[in-house]
């Protein structure tokens, strides 16, 4: 309308001009020159007010629909900004040509051919996102109140939107990038054949139909990727309600095809310059995922570490560096390091987590192109065959054709961006230890300088720090051997409720030296295996099985012999009760001092009596506990703990009552039934 509105105005201005009717000759000369300016002005005016249009929706639309979330906004307008810039320049130059009214149509032309790779840029993301944009509108109409708030706000700026609303607003670049072809169409059609300006507006009407031919081919590969990108989170129910009898004919057809392939039956399609793109992006993938693990590793040791709090215990080493020490640790701990952990989590963690979900859409596309160009091939493999396909065949040609060709162009533009977002985390990460560093610095500079050694060069404190632990690991070398010369205490375990028999029987079978006392409970696991409670006496027969195996031993419990392992068993100490106590009250005299003389009557150490002596100093850490003193006597109340644990006995020493340990204590002298009095 606005166009026929236009042109019958021109023809009007144009017949007064003139003073000559319609039908004259001079006026039907003209024509043609008429209908071509009044083409080039609808292209001008019609451009004016196009951009008006877009600035409305960019600055006040925009700006007042601020109780939509900000992502809705940014499908909503997609790349309008850019669209603006593009369309600006556009007009400067169409509006430039009216001075030069001689030259307009072509340079109208050379204009179109200047910007035909801007424009198709900027109108495939606007196109690319539009049906996206049209599912917001329609969640938006299920809602009837933000729905009369989203129309109030449109009417409000733009009345001649009518109730069509956002829909009116987000069609109008659609509309305009395709009319730009009919337009100049239109001059064209005005301008003589040999007239200088028809061949580059020829040109320029070719070049903005192939603009919109592929904007609608780059929207059509776009909701394709967008349709194979998706990913579901499917039950193994759901995934087998979706298999048919089509869907196995095309998996089994693919899986044929894969195998003649390996077989060398048929070519495999090479394709060198996709093969490069998928191994890079594979590297990339590679790096964020390895990436991704180890900070994910190093969150984990700084959560441990931030857990382990050293400077809340109390290190019993007065004043001091100490002192100092804690005040920093704790001030790190609560300030330095938390903030450092969340600035991380925020800069590094999340990111990362981002790009590599961003990676999911390619790798699948990746993958559903291999499934499609086996399909390619089976029916390249046919057109060659028989000469023609089926249109759903032809359909999978094209479906492989737009999938490759999206992959191609886009994905070195993908590796490069996760290439340079992975750069950007690394140094991220870089800069926050860094800084890091830097704060810590700062914050141990007046702790630092209050040590007694900051006065130090760096030179002459390490050769300190290298003399001390020198000495240190000298110190320690000789408490280490001089600790392993002191014998341990025997650790001798309570005899069981009525064993004093059975060791007098196994005593007088096999001697002192071959009796072993349990040290835990052994579950007997083969037919051979014995099963014995902690602390029950046996005799050794063979130290080692039938076949050689020298952690099984052969042992005599008293009444059945069998196998047990050599590692749950120690040598059983008889001692006699006046040896014992002689040996407790010269705890420190030379070793072949302690040694008695056997008597001919060997007795072995079998408790008769409740009263025993302390064989070792003991003290008390608790209220529980009683204190010892060696060889003081002691009387045993009871011989376990309440939870039955015999490593504690309940004793009662001078009127107090409370837990010793149980291998502090030696059996009191008793009467020796058979006379023997042993080595200990």
């Not at 009417?155 to 100049?184: C, D, M």
């Not at 559903?368 to 396909?389: A, I, P, T």
């Not at 300190?464 to 341990?488: I, R």
């Not at 002691?634 to 006995?649: F, I």
């Amino acid at each position: 309308m606005e166009s026929a509105d236009m042109t019958s105005h021109g023809d009007d201005a144009l017949s007064s001009r003139t003073g000559a009717p319609d039908g004259d000759d001079g006026l039907s000369e003209d024509r043609p020159l008429l209908q071509q300016r009044l083409a080039v002005r609808e292209l001008v005016d019609t451009e004016v007010s196009y951009l008006h249009l877009l600035q409305l929706c960019a600055s006040d639309i925009r700006s007042r629909l601020q109780q939509l979330p900000q992502g809705d906004l940014d499908v909503l307008f997609s790349n309008i900004d850019d669209i603006i810039k593009v369309n600006s320049r556009l007009l400067h130059d169409l509006q430039e040509t009216a001075s030069r009214e001689e030259e307009q149509v072509q340079l109208i032309g050379n204009a179109f051919l200047e910007f035909q790779e801007e424009l198709e840029q900027v109108y495939k993301v606007y196109c690319a996102s539009y049906e996206q944009a049209l599912l917001l509108v329609e969640t938006y109409r299920k809602e009837p109140e933000l729905q009369r708030e989203i129309q109030g706000i449109i009417e409000a700026v733009l009345p001649q939107a009518g109730p069509s609303g956002l829909s009116f607003l987000l069609v109008i670049p659609l509309q305009r990038i395709t009319k730009y072809p009919l337009l100049l169409q239109k001059i064209l059609e005005n301008t003589f054949p040999d007239a200088s300006a028809y061949a580059v507006l020829q040109r320029a009407t070719s070049a903005l139909q192939d603009v919109v031919t592929n904007i609608n081919e780059y929207k059509r590969r776009k909701e394709l990727a967008s349709k194979y990108t998706k990913v579901e989170p499917l039950s193994l129910r759901e995934r087998l309600a979706r298999i048919n009898t089509h869907t196995l004919s095309k998996k089994t057809t693919r899986l044929s095809q894969l195998l003649k392939q390996e077989a060398g039956l048929v070519p495999r399609t090479e394709d060198k310059e996709f093969d490069d793109l998928e191994e890079r992006f594979h590297w990339v993938s590679l790096c964020v995922t390895e990436l991704k693990s180890n900070v994910a590793a190093y969150l984990d040791n700084l959560e441990a570490f931030l857990r382990f709090r050293p400077q809340d215990c109390n290190l019993e080493i007065p004043g001091g560096p100490v002192v100092q020490y804690c005040y920093l640790a704790t001030d790190l701990q609560l300030q330095v390091f938390p903030e450092f952990k969340q600035q991380l989590e925020a800069q590094v963690w999340q990111p990362l987590c981002s790009l590599a979900k961003a990676l999911a859409g390619p790798q699948n596309l990746i993958k559903k192109r291999l499934d499609k160009l086996l399909d390619f091939e089976r029916v390249e493999e046919k057109l060659l065959d028989v000469g023609s396909v089926t249109y759903e065949e032809e359909a999978a040609r094209h479906t492989y054709q737009a999938l490759n060709s999206l992959l191609v162009a886009e994905l070195p533009q993908f590796n490069q961006l996760a290439m340079r977002w992975l750069s950007q985390i690394l140094c991220t990460f870089v800069t926050l230890q860094r800084d890091l560093a830097k704060q810590v610095l700062q914050r141990a500079e007046d702790s630092l300088a209050q040590l007694p050694h900051h006065h130090m060069s760096e030179p002459a404190f390490r050769k300190l720090v290298e003399d001390a632990l020198s000495q240190t690991s000298h110190q320690l070398h000789s408490f280490q051997e001089n600790f392993e010369k002191v014998l341990p205490p025997p650790t001798t375990q309570p005899l069981l409720p009525g064993a004093e028999r059975q060791v007098q029987a196994l005593l007088s079978r096999y001697g002192p030296g071959k009796l072993y006392q349990v040290t835990s409970n052994i579950s007997g696991a083969g037919t051979l295996d014995l099963t014995l409670p902690r602390g029950h006496i046996v005799a050794l027969l063979q130290n080692k099985d039938t076949k050689g195996n020298s952690s099984r031993w052969l042992v005599d419990t008293g009444g059945h012999r069998g196998y047990v392992p050599a590692g749950k068993l120690e040598v059983y100490h008889v001692v006699s009760g006046e040896e014992e106590l002689r040996g407790q009250a010269r705890p420190h005299r030379d070793s072949q001092h302690q040694t008695p003389e056997p008597t001919s009557a060997p007795v072995p150490s079998v408790p008769t009596v409740t009263q025993v002596v302390a064989m070792y100093p003991f003290v008390a850490r608790s209220s529980h506990e009683v204190s010892l003193e060696a060889g003081q006597r002691v009387t045993v109340l009871e011989a376990q703990d309440k939870k039955g644990n015999p490593e504690w006995s309940l004793v009662e020493v001078n009127g107090q009552r409370g837990y010793v340990p149980s291998s502090f204590l030696a059996r009191a002298p008793s009467p020796a039934p058979w006379g023997w009095n042993l080595l200990s």
